[in-house]
């Protein structure tokens, strides 16, 4: 018979081999999970979530250096929204190539500022999910997938007067949303989701399987996926 001494030794042995074995899977499954992270990148195949947080951050840097978070550029002589504010947090960001000469003056569709619509920086474009989107998104160039929350007074959701009614999701003041395929709109066209758009896309969800918001940003900074809980108050 095996002694007592023999069979500790041999389970410790066993274990101690064990070890390294385990340690080496990790590090192999990290280092894929690294090198997909890195393709993604590469391809700017970035997954919404991601391009929300990086969202996030530049909105903050421009509501800390200006104050509030980025206006629709106007016309200074009617009022008229011309190109959204998108437009001007990518201006502030750090993009692989400068955007597109553009006209500031004139509206998002014009002539003049067609090359800037069909220019689509990554931060806003559809993730494709297989390669039967490529060619929708070829058909849809200058499409994005992330939109702006306004108040009843056209500014931001949170942001304003306190008379303003203040749209909560998931406890939090919702600021951008991520959408669905569907739902895209022109990056450079000055549309956005009023509280009761948002609201009613949300309604919407509750009875579909087929979900058209798929993340909130917060005020905060944190990005939340559906589904979600709201609800509409005056601000605090």
Known sequence: MVNEQTRKMSISGTFDLWIPILVLVLLVAFFIYKANDRRELVNRDIPQYYRLKQLGLAL?????NVGTFPPDIISKSSGEKLLSWRVIISE?????KPLPDYEDSEKWN??????????????????????????????????SDIIG??????????????HNSVLYING???ICVGVSQPDKVPWTKPLDYSQS??????????????????Y?????GYVAKAP???????SE
Not at 92 to 96: F, I, Q, R, S, V
Not at 228 to 234: I, M
Request: hydrophobic share 20%; proline share 2%.
């Open 110 to 143: 014009s002539p003049n500022n067609t090359n800037l619509t069909n220019y689509l920086p990554y931060i806003y474009s559809y993730t494709r999910k297989s390669d039967s989107d490529h060619c929708d998104d070829q058909q849809q160039q200058g499409m």
């Open 228 to 234: 979600f809980t709201w609800e509409l108050r005056k």
């Open 197 to 214: 758009e948002l609201i009613e896309k949300l309604k919407q969800d509750e009875k579909s399987s087929s979900k058209s918001i798929l």
């Open 172 to 174: 939090k003041v919702v």
């Open 149 to 162: 929350v306004k108040n009843q007074n056209d500014g931001w959701n949170g942001e304003g007067s306190d």
């Open 60 to 64: 903050h840097n421009y509501k800390e």
């Open 216 to 220: 909130a940003l917060h005020e905060d």
């Open 92 to 96: 502030e960001m750090e993009l692989t």
